[in-house]
């Protein structure tokens, strides 16, 4: 195993992987922004180093400063985290140059899948299902327009360097082809400085669902099972679960031999998810994610197995301890992603000072966060405060601790996206299991959010002025305890016989 490896991330994800470090005994280094300078991960680190100014593109994102400070602390290998630099190809073999692993696949292996393409056409070579459509370039619109003909409308124009939503557009008809060829070729050249566009069939009301790989550098590779993802909002994942509730054990082991078949196509070494759209009975390949996803925990939660350890035993050219007849699922996890953002305003960022906070626990509840009470939140990065994470023996029990663990969560100083989660939850829909990308707009969750946020918004008043009362004590005590004390029902039985 390693002596010391350096994370070159911030936050939770930061602190989870230097928990892995931390039980392996292996010693951490953390990197951080003049903005992070008291930020919990800097402190959980053996060491950690200030790389540049608050602006990710000079911190985060500096390559070199990156690498310099690995050198200059001996640190054997870099986990890059989730987003900022995870999926950089030019990361990846900068470290490889410089003599130290990067924890993830070869950086020919994420530059491959960078590229939507690419990555269509080795999983038609490795006999994957992927969306009907047209794999090739698009280069003119005489093309096109036969292109469009033949898949059939409705259909996808997408961009080959595209990702988070950025570089896509649904085309109804042959006259709209040709403008919408035009205009994502521009935004990818401008965003992602490769115009190469493809088209495919568009999937109307799909299920997001992936399959949790890992792979050692001995030629074992095997599936995790599934997670459903269906739950967004804008590209941003909100609610993820093990297993989708659609999963039977033949569907799982198709869709997870189908990724397998993948990861070995490609020589994808370390762990990965292989991304499918899921839609009436048949599944299609979307794209491979060559890092450590926000969403691990639930497949950590149903297996028992710790991704994060596993990421760097093969990350070392150790075997992979166990076989895929190893691999069972159990029960039911679910994450629900706790942004500090306001539900009432567009859900548009709330940075600021967490003043009072209480994380939910107790039975088969998880909480991987960066932030405790008193931390100021920067504008800088994205507006994750935690990940809130439950299992239960099946579903129904895993919402009822989602719902039990959602009110016992106290945040005071920052508006949180906890009243959406607690609406959703609240909808038969998603009790039913019956989810699509779309289930936001189809179930009007924004205007049954409405209200239990603006009751939300009075208990943290109610909470927060009783804070700033004479009364500090009393107060204290109960945002330690939770909200919720507001709510009970006091009897006082002084003077009662009992
Ligand atoms: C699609 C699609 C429907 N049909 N492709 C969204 C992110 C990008 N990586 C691919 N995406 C989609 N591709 C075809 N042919 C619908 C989406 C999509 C989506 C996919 C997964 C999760 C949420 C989504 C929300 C909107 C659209």
Known sequence: MFKKILIANRGEIAIRVMRACKELDVSTVAVYSEADSNALFTKYADEAYCIGPPPSSRSYLNIDAIIDVAKKAGAEAIHP??????????????????????????????EKM?????????????????????????EDDATAIEIGESIGYPLMVKASAGGGGIGMKVVYTPEELTRALSSIRNVAASTFGDSTVFIEKYLEEPRHIEIQI??????????LGDRECSIQRRHQKLIEEAPSPIMTPELRKDMGEAAVKAAKTIGYVNAGTVEFLYSKGDYYFLEVNTRLQVEHGVTELVTGIDIVKQQLRVACDEKLPFTQDDIEIRGSAIECRINAEDPLNDFAPSPGKIRRYRSAGGPGVRVD????????????????????????????EAIARMKRALYEYVVVGVQT????????LSIDAFVEGDLTTHFIDDHNVLSALEKIAVSDN????????????????????STAVGSYINAAKRHDMKGSDE
């Open 417 to 424: 996206n906890i009243p959406f989660h607690r609406t959703v």
């Open 114 to 138: 960078g590229s939507k393409i690419t990555a269509r056409s080795a999983m038609i070579e490795a006999g994957v299902p992927v969306v009907p459509g047209d794999g090739r370039a698009v």
């Open 458 to 477: 009075q208990r943290c008043a109610t909470l927060s002025s009783a804070l700033e009362d004479r009364n500090k004590k009393i107060a204290a005590i």
């Open 81 to 110: 985290g989730y987003g900022f630099l995870s999926e950089n190809s030019k990361f990846a073999s900068a470290c490889e140059e410089a003599g130290i692993r990067f924890i993830g696949p070869s950086s020919e292996v994420i």
């Open 214 to 223: 890992l792979a050692d550098s001995h030629g074992n590779c095997l599936y």
């Open 369 to 396: 966060s960066g932030v405790h009470m008193g931390y100021v939140i920067p504008p800088f990065y994205d507006s994750m405060i935690s990940k809130l994470c439950v299992w239960g023996t099946d579903r129904e």
